[in-house]
């Protein structure tokens, strides 16, 4: 199994909800990753999970909260989000942060923010 | 500072070869990947260089110059089904990855 599941494929919010986006892997990686990419614009890099622990944030605004539970699952909790956050949500995975290999990515979920 | 710099597009005719050229500047070096993404879908490994030389696979080759901080990534015999973005990635010496902006590849008949 070399897949990267994200749940909801499509998000529709408005600005005063709180929603979650899901990312699961099965691979026995220990380092997930969340970015942020914008239509023609390159995957932007926000935040990485290193063992379950937070091991990287790139000065991502407090309205996106990430949260680890176990090594298999990552979340995006969203609130209060603006009209600019509006962006496919991408997860990635791989063997662990100290490795280069290749990094395996979920199908996003498309988010907007009205 | 992390510089990764790849044309914005290319055009190209269907059956022909196509070179995307990409030139980086980063704080260290751990291999350079690239990805195929089609619009609204996940990135796609494509391949990974961290040697100089060239690597093949099927129709796709990728090429890497350290000493330049250049690689190309080559198809062979386009398909249409290969109009795409192709995203150059470096692994930086904190094993981040950085993407450039992507190159938006149409391929016509």
């Known amino acids: 199994d070399t897949e990267v599941t994200q749940t909801p494929k499509h998000l529709v919010m408005g600005m005063t909800n709180k929603k979650s986006l899901k990312c699961e892997q099965h691979?026995?990686?220990?380092?997930m990753y969340w970015y942020k990419q914008k239509a023609k614009k390159p995957p932007e890099l926000m935040f990485v999970y290193s063992y379950e622990k937070l091991s990287i944030n790139e000065s991502v605004p407090s309205r996106f909260s990430p949260e680890c539970p176990n090594s298999s699952l990552l979340n995006l909790h969203l609130h209060a989000l603006q009209p600019e956050d509006s962006a496919l949500y991408l997860c990635?995975?791989?063997?662990?942060?100290?490795?280069?290999?290749?990094?395996?990515f979920g199908p996003g979920t498309r988010l907007t923010v009205t | 500072g992390q510089n990764i710099d790849q044309p914005t597009e290319m055009t190209a005719t269907e059956g022909a070869i196509v070179q995307i050229n990409c030139t980086y500047q980063?704080?260290?070096?751990?291999?350079l990947f690239w990805y195929q993404q089609h619009a609204g879908e996940a990135p796609t490994f494509l391949s990974y260089n961290v040697l100089d030389g060239l690597e093949e696979k099927g129709r796709f080759s990728s090429f890497l110059s350290r000493s330049k901080g250049y690689s190309y990534l080559l198809l062979k015999e386009l398909q249409m089904k290969d109009s795409a973005s192709y995203l150059c990635?470096?692994?930086?010496?904190?094993?981040?990855?950085?993407f450039g902006g992507g190159t938006r590849l149409m391929v016509k008949p």
């Open positions: 691979m026995g990686h220990r380092a």
């Open positions: 990635a995975s791989t063997r662990d942060r100290s490795s280069t290999y290749e990094q395996y």
């Open positions: 980063t704080s260290g070096f751990n291999g």
């Open positions: 990635a470096v692994y930086n010496a904190g094993n981040m990855l950085t």
